[in-house]
C-alpha cells in the first residue's frame, strides 16, 4: 500500500513551536509535490505549504514567516516547523502528494494521511 502518516500533533500554548512529520510508506516523496492541508470543523479544507519537485515552495500569507516545510534527504519524510503558533492555528493538519507539482485543489492530491491535530490554546 502506499501510505503517508501525519504526526506530532499536540496542544501547545500560543507563541510555541512544533514540527509536524509526514512518512511515505511504499514509495519515496522525490517525484511529488508534497502538500500540507488544515482543516477546522465547518470550513473548507485549506493549503498551508506545499514542496514540489524542484524545491519550490508555496505559502498561505497567514503563515509566511512561521511554517516551514522541508523535506529529508531519504526522499520519506516531510515536515512541517511551525513556531510563533496563534490560536488560529488549531486545525487537523493533513499531508498530501500530487504528481510533481503543487496546486491549492485538494481534490487533485492523493494519497493523504490521517491527519493530525494541532490545537493552540491557553
Known amino acids: 500500500q502506499l501510505q503517508l502518516v501525519e504526526s506530532g500533533g499536540a496542544m501547545v500554548q500560543p507563541g510555541g513551536s512544533l514540527t509536524l512529520s509526514c512518512a511515505a510508506s511504499g514509495f519515496t516523496l522525490d517525484y511529488y509535490g508534497i502538500g500540507w492541508f488544515r482543516q477546522v470543523p465547518g470550513k473548507e479544507r485549506e493549503g498551508v505549504l506545499c514542496i514540489d519537485k524542484s524545491a519550490t515552495t508555496y505559502y498561505t500569507d497567514s503563515v509566511k514567516g512561521r511554517f516551514t516545510i522541508s523535506r529529508d534527504n531519504t526522499g520519506n519524510t516531510v515536515y512541517l516547523q511551525m513556531k510563533s503558533l496563534k490560536p488560529e492555528d488549531t486545525a487537523v493538519y493533513y499531508c498530501?502528494?500530487?504528481?510533481?507539482?503543487?496546486?491549492?485543489?485538494?481534490?487533485?492530491?492523493?494519497?493523504w494521511g490521517q491527519g493530525t491535530q494541532v490545537t493552540v490554546s491557553s
Open positions: 498530501a502528494v500530487r504528481a510533481f507539482y503543487c496546486s491549492n485543489s485538494p481534490r487533485t492530491f492523493g494519497p
